[in-house]
């Protein structure tokens, strides 16, 4: 799991049709930068920051992104 504050970058979206769907409808898709901002301790939902926008996803949905850490938060 990448720490809350870092920027990656979404290599694959692994998992079923549905999970690409759901994921690709708030923009993250391979190639888009995301900047995680939180996540809670115990499975809880993981808030990103998609360019000027954030999203909350649930932990199990956060899992099935493969990403990169491409820095220290800038991008």
Excluded: C, H
Excluded at 9 to 31: D, Q, T
Excluded at 57 to 62: D, L
């Amino acid at each position: 799991m990448v720490e809350s504050g870092k920027s990656f970058v979404v290599k694959e979206i692994a998992g079923g049709i549905g999970s690409k769907k759901r994921l690709e409808a708030f923009g993250i898709v391979p190639g888009v930068v995301l900047k995680k901002l939180s996540s809670q301790i115990m499975r809880g939902p993981v808030v990103l920051s998609i360019k000027n926008t954030q999203v909350a996803i649930g932990y199990g949905m956060a899992k099935k992104i493969i990403v990169e850490e491409i820095g220290n938060g800038e991008g």
